[in-house]
């Protein structure tokens, strides 16, 4: 018996042996930590609406509590007011001193009231005792500013809470003021017991279990603990309270604070939590239970594809051995198809090879012969013998297996392989190369090692470390680790293939030639038939799994910082920028293609996009002989466009040597949607082909939907500041001239001034009020006289010096500014201007289609600083000048009066 013949059940117990802790952290954690977090988030939503539910309840039994305080202070004024009626009697007043008979009426009230230990009868200052039920000495009482009035009655006042040691106990003294409609009257005062102030027996019997606190908002006194400690007993000692609940005394300074401790919040929790935990218990055993299925299968499938890999491999390496030892064709024949039989359990295994007349003849078979018993298979496609999968080559090795959809990808590469060690052992002379061809057929890399030094090595081995083909052979395998704790791992993995000749190690990190980082898994066996330490090596790349990982945290962190972004360039480079950074792309930029054809770019990041306009030459129109780039489909299309080999698809392009020399080979592009409409393409191109899948074009997609709505976000933004621009400007302007209004003008009058002490210049301020202006008005009308004023403004504006200013203060008012004025010659420089500026006037205004209307103007003018330094004094003084110059009208000179010519201080005359 060959001694590979157990070499299959080596395998399944090393698989066996070999756990993946992390797979079942994540298996049986994950639904852990899932139904934790469920659970925690109902727990806490049940406890705080425990926490909810008793201090609702605490708060009604304080608010009862706080009611009957209310009504016995209510209760205790309403007798004090009753006291005070009786001492008025028919007289209706209180006159100091007291009667006789008011005294006698006094006590015989008292006596119907022996709740009163004591009472006084105070004086009109609420000080003085006048008469008292005790044997006091003292002829003042406490001083009423003391007490305070209560808010809802202010003849009834409350004193502060203190120790009396005329009733030995603690006491709030009370008073109530004579209402009366001249001065006041007597006080009566009477303090009133805290014992029974506080008292809690009138409450129902399940309130009494709380720990109520009065507390007087006035002093912050607590009124409970007062009562306490006159009575040297020491309040209750209750738990750590954790809450609080406060209800005031309605219309009076006190406040009921009744403590709601943890224990009675847990209790109450935890009476109704049973139920609720036995569900959460029952869910995660569910959860589990599944989980564990899962897992199951997964392991399942994981170990038959394993199996099936591992004795495939096995299956070659020992048909490439055989090969290389094989002495006759027809014995090496046999041993691969009994080979094929023994380790991949296939039902038949033949090899055969046509004769002259294109029928195949049997060199070698295993397995099932009677099935193949008078059965003719030609290599002639038009015969019905000619159909099956036997080609026309030289001959043909057919294995068959019992079980559908056997024949995976990874199995198709080894049976390949072991049909060029077929190849390899009938021709001695080619055995290097056939070997070499063997190999390089896989999809993983491969390494024959030999004490840790590669004897050789498939090229895709070396292609993954990006070396050249023979780079690796007789080089010491340390020299293809990122770390020395890589390389350390792989020697654990020696000792356990030493003892299961099997052994897999997950996730080893490799360095590349060009210093990237390249992530395989490693499944090694050792050969059993060789006396020395050989063994063969498959890598299996899976960096595209943590680069796929790396990929969706840059695009979402991309698509998330693209909302950071303040304007639509920043926006569109952080976002160009980001995804090229650690990413499989290594170029991205945003463009739109014009109604000429022409391309837009916006902005780029990346290999080769600098010169991006040169795909120009490549868009419809120019090049209809290729396929359209992706970019120029995805803007026709308004659709995402990706091909992933752009560079085969444009091989007849003009644009292919730009493509190939910044090698884009996988291209995607993307619209991206502003307002509802396209408005651009976002195209991302890698170096590596098949790099867009469903879940890395889903990202794409994500990150220009996110990327159109901050632009509509951005655009949201500018119209809004848009709308609020022109609500100022027309809060800042006439609505009939479009000249600036009052606002406007105190907004820069200040400023001009501020400009002119700057500069030592002057500044002239004056102020017009047109003549005739009403009988325009009443002759024509008031549309008539809008007309008039917007003509008389534009004609004002357009004569003014473009320092100059000019406003409406309304009606027929206006304000002229005029700055840069020397302050030696301002006088004369202003006169030059209002000499010009009254040629507004000088000719009638149409004011109708047939007629027109002349107005004269009145000007006062004052000058800074000679005039003063303040705007609206300024205002004020060319007003009182254009009013001076009203009253001369008939007699002046000039239509306009400075300000400095008038008299000091002249009072203000009405207008003629």
């Avoid at 139904?35 to 608010?63: G, L, M, P, W």
């Avoid at 299961?500 to 190690?505: L, W, Y």
Wanted: proline content about 4%.
């Amino acid at each position: 018996m060959s001694p590979f013949s157990s070499f299959f059940a080596v395998v399944y117990q090393a698989f066996n042996a070999i756990k993946k802790p992390a797979s079942a952290v994540m298996g049986y954690g994950l639904p852990v930590l899932v139904v934790a977090i469920c659970a925690t988030a109902v727990e806490f939503d049940e406890y705080q609406h425990v926490v909810a539910k008793i201090n609702e309840a605490a708060r009604r039994d304080s608010q009862v509590y706080a009611n009957l305080i209310m009504e016995r202070l209510d209760t205790r004024f309403t007798e004090l007011d009753m006291a005070l009626a009786a001492l008025r009697g028919s007289e209706n007043r209180l006159d100091p001193p007291l009667s006789p008979q008011v005294e006698m009426s006094l006590r015989h009230y008292l006596l119907s009231r022996p709740a009163y230990s004591t009472f006084n009868v105070l004086g009109a200052d609420g000080e003085s005792i006048q008469w008292s039920t005790s044997d006091q000495k003292k002829t003042r009482d406490e001083p009423l500013r003391d007490f305070s009035p209560v808010p809802k009655m202010p003849y009834h006042f409350l004193g502060p809470v203190h120790y009396s040691e005329t009733l030995g106990t603690v006491v709030l003294s009370m008073r109530v003021r004579e209402k009366d409609s001249g001065s006041a009257g007597y006080f009566l005062g009477s303090p009133y017991r805290i014992s029974r102030f506080l008292d809690e027996q009138e409450l129902p019997p399940d309130y009494r279990n709380r720990d109520f606190t009065v507390i007087d908002t006035r002093s912050g006194q607590s009124l409970t603990q007062l009562l306490h400690m006159q009575g040297q007993v020491h309040p209750p000692l209750s738990a750590r309270q954790e809450m609080v609940v406060l209800a005031p005394v309605p219309g009076y300074p006190f406040v009921v604070q009744t403590p709601v401790s943890s224990s009675r919040v847990w209790h109450t929790y935890t009476q109704q939590a049973p139920a609720r935990w036995s569900a959460e218990v029952l869910l995660l055993v569910l959860l589990l239970l599944f989980s564990e299925f899962l897992i199951r299968r997964r392991d399942h499938e994981q170990m038959a594809h394993l199996r099936r890999l591992t004795a495939f491999n096995t299956f070659m390496a020992q048909a490439s051995q055989c090969a290389s030892q094989a002495n006759d064709e027809a014995g090496l024949l046999q041993e691969i198809c009994d080979m094929a039989i023994r380790y991949t359990h296939f039902k038949i295994a033949l090899i055969a090879r046509p004769d002259e007349a294109q029928w195949f003849q049997m060199l070698a078979m295993s397995g099932a012969r009677a099935y193949l018993d008078n059965i003719a298979i030609s290599a002639r496609a038009d015969l019905p013998e000619g159909q099956g999968t036997i080609g026309q080559v030289w001959a043909v090795f057919s294995v068959y297996h019992e079980k559908v959809d056997i024949f995976d990808d990874q199995l198709q590469i080894l049976l390949k392989e072991v049909c060029i060690n077929i190849s390899m052992g009938l021709d001695r002379i080619y055995s290097q190369q056939l070997r070499a061809a063997l190999l390089d057929n896989s999809l993983v890399g491969i390494l024959l090692v030999k004490n840790r030094v590669v004897q050789m090595n498939n090229s895709y081995a070396t292609y993954m470390l990006g070396l050249e083909p023979d780079a690796l052979v007789g080089k010491p395998t340390e020299i293809i680790y990122a770390e020395r704790s890589e390389f350390d791992r792989i020697t654990e993995g020696y000792e356990q293939i030493a003892q299961n000749r099997t052994v897999r190690v997950t996730g080893v990190r490799l360095a590349r030639s060009d210093g990237q980082m390249l992530i395989v898994d490693f499944s090694g066996v050792k050969l059993s038939d060789l006396q020395n330490d050989i063994s063969v090596w498959t890598l299996e790349d899976v960096t595209s799994r943590e680069v796929a990982r790396r990929l969706y945290h840059a695009l979402v962190n991309t698509a998330d910082a693209v909302l950071l972004a303040t304007n639509e360039n920043e926006m569109c480079s952080r976002a160009c920028q980001d995804l090229v950074r650690d990413t499989l792309f290594h170029a991205v930029w945003i463009g739109r293609v014009s109604e000429l054809g022409q391309l837009e770019v916006l902005a780029h990041a990346g290999e080769g996009t600098e010169g991006i306009e040169q795909i120009n030459t490549c868009l419809d129109g120019y090049c209809s002989l290729s396929p359209p780039l992706v970019v120029t489909r995805a803007w026709r299309e308004k659709d995402v466009v990706y091909s992933n080999d752009e560079l085969a698809e444009q091989a007849d392009s003009p644009c292919f040597e730009f493509i190939r020399t910044n090698n884009w080979r996988a291209v995607l592009s993307a619209p991206i949607r502003r307002d509802g409409q396209i408005w651009a393409i976002m195209t991302f191109a890698s170096p590596q082909m098949q790099v867009f899948d469903e879940s890395s074009i889903a990202l794409c997609k994500r990150v220009t939907s996110l990327l159109g709505h901050a632009l509509d976000k951005l655009d949201v933004n500018r119209r809004i500041e848009g709308l609020q621009e022109q609500e100022a400007a027309r809060a800042r302007h006439d609505v009939l001239t479009g000249l600036p209004n009052r606002l406007a003008l105190t907004e820069y009058l200040p400023q001009a001034l501020a400009r002119a002490q700057r500069q030592a210049t002057s500044v002239a301020v004056g102020l017009i009020d047109l003549d005739g202006f009403k009988l325009v008005n009443d002759t024509y009308g008031h549309e008539a006289g809008d007309r008039l004023l917007q003509q008389l403004g534009q004609s004002l504006q357009a004569r003014l010096r473009q320092t100059d200013y000019v406003a409406r203060l309304g009606g027929d008012e206006f304000v002229v500014v005029f700055e840069g004025l020397t302050t030696a010659q301002a006088v004369e420089q202003v006169e030059v201007v209002l000499t010009t500026l009254h040629a507004s006037v000088e000719k009638p205004f149409p004011v109708t289609a047939d007629e027109t209307a002349t107005v004269g103007m009145t000007l006062g003018v004052a000058l800074y600083p000679q005039d003063g330094l303040d705007a609206e004094y300024l205002l004020k003084r060319a007003d009182k000048a254009m009013y001076h110059a009203k009253q001369n009208k008939k007699t002046r000179e000039k239509w306009w009066f400075l300000a400095k010519d008038l008299a000091e201080e002249a009072p203000d005359a009405p207008l003629p």
